[in-house]
């Protein structure tokens, strides 16, 4: 090559410009994936415990779908998905904000309640257009238990308790139960007309998003951060007050079965939820360590979604945690696993016996053993100390000795890497299953 002809090969490479991911987009890398493994395996061992089975469903709906599940004058649709036409028939798509609408969606075009109620569970990415914050990201990750045919306020308690047992089972700390009802349609109609009356009479002091909620969703005005409005918020009449006899009795049974069951919570007659679909039950588990993203798991029972999706009418209920949130959450407290690492890392000093040596490896990874082999042969394997370096930075507990000498007496060196080092030991490469079980004690 000559040296105008490597100038121009230089100056194509220097002329690409480096590409980032979509701001509030991330990627998860290796050591955080680790601990994304360890929460999404203590989910599902917690599921199957509490007989739910495994829903995926895809990542782009038809928009109609959360407009009309979630209401047209939310701010998730008015303000936060990512919809576009498809350039092949015009169909108008959305990337899935949350997922209930999805699972129902599902349920309906399956007709899964044909042989009774279903408990799922679903795990996956959502997408919201908002400003990028910790614990509050566009591209974003849920954990979700949907229950689906069941009327009563037990199976609001089942969720709320297999909530409360998950954070037992991951060591999450410092979180607290929020709970309200929201009653019934017409119970709300007689609220809202109340509402509405008392906003009215201060609407000098609503800000701009209240003024344009105040005739199509007041309830939102509620769930309002302005500390301006903390007052007028305050005085609003409770939603509380305009429930019915059968409402108040199903709240009721709910409490009492958590009381029964030492979960405590707390009463807070402003919690609406940000989805329209919301009837009777609400509920949120909440922090106060982690800013203003203080919610980390919520939900509530939903009678009239799947009607709206165009199914025969039955009850839901459920609740999505976010997951970053989760274990941002476990972080601040110290209960995060570290990252996974090797049982033991395999040295081989020439690289003719590769092949040799790949074949014991999988024998190996079949009895369970987790190895890492050294690698970069084209370049030469490397020295034994360089070798032994990278085998420290891997973690690993112990260290395979694939020598000559060795593998002429069918043996492989094991020596230790933690707790001091030093001690080394032979063994039989004829007999793996003998000794495989002592690498895998240490890890």
């Known amino acids: 090559m000559s040296d105008n002809q490597s100038k121009d090969s230089s100056s194509k490479v220097s002329a690409f410009k480096k590409l980032s991911a979509v701001k509030g987009m991330n990627d998860v890398l290796p050591g955080q994936s680790a601990q994304w493994e360890w929460l999404e395996s203590m989910v599902r061992s917690l599921m199957a415990q509490y007989a739910y089975r495994n829903i995926r469903t895809p990542i782009v709906e038809p928009t109609a779908l959360f407009v009309r599940g979630l209401g047209e004058v939310t701010d998730i649709v008015e303000k936060e998905m990512y919809s576009f036409e498809d350039r092949l028939n015009g169909e108008a798509l959305t990337l899935r904000p949350e997922s209930t609408a999805g699972v129902v969606r599902a349920v309906v075009e399956h007709n899964m309640l044909y042989e009774g109620g279903k408990r799922l569970y679903y795990m996956g990415p959502m997408f919201r257009h908002e400003r990028p914050q910790r614990g509050r990201y566009r591209q974003f990750h849920q954990i979700g238990a949907e229950v689906l045919g069941f009327q009563g306020p037990e199976i609001d308690a089942e969720v709320i308790l297999l909530a409360h047992d998950l954070w037992k089972v991951i060591g999450l700390k410092d979180v607290r139960l929020e709970l309200n009802s929201l009653g019934q349609p017409p119970e709300r109609l007689a609220h809202r007309v109340s509402l509405i009356a008392h906003f009215e009479k201060y609407s000098e002091i ?79 588990f909440i922090t106060d360590q982690l800013g203003s993203q203080g919610t980390v798991c919520g939900g509530g029972r939903y009678d009239y979604l799947i009607e709206q999706v165009g199914g025969k009418p039955a009850p839901a209920v459920g609740w999505a945690l976010g997951i970053e949130r989760v274990l941002a959450l476990l972080e601040e407290q110290g209960g995060l696993p570290t990252d996974a690492v090797p049982d033991a890392y395999a040295i081989v000093p020439d690289a003719s016996s590769l092949p040799l040596v790949l074949k014991y490896l999988r024998s190996l990874r079949s009895l369970g053993v987790k190895v890492q082999m050294h690698a970069g042969s084209g370049e030469g394997v490397g020295s034994m100390k360089s070798q032994f370096k990278k085998a420290d930075g891997s973690g690993a507990a112990y260290a395979l000795i694939f020598g000559a000498d060795e593998l002429s007496q069918n043996t492989v060196s094991v020596k230790s890497l933690r707790d001091g080092g030093g001690a080394q030991r032979s063994e039989s490469l004829d007999n793996l299953e003998s000794w495989a079980q002592s690498l895998q004690s240490s890890s």
């Open 206 to 284: 609503l800000d701009e998003d209240a003024k344009r909620r105040l005739y199509t969703n007041p309830l939102r005005i509620l769930d309002t951060k302005n500390p301006a409005m903390k007052e007028v918020v305050e005085s609003a009449p409770k939603l509380m007050d305009f429930l019915g006899e059968a409402s108040l009795a199903h709240f009721n049974a709910l409490r009492q079965i958590l009381d029964a069951n030492d979960v405590p919570y707390s009463l807070n007659p402003r919690l609406v939820r940000g989805m329209d679909y919301y009837n009777l039950t609400v509920f949120e």
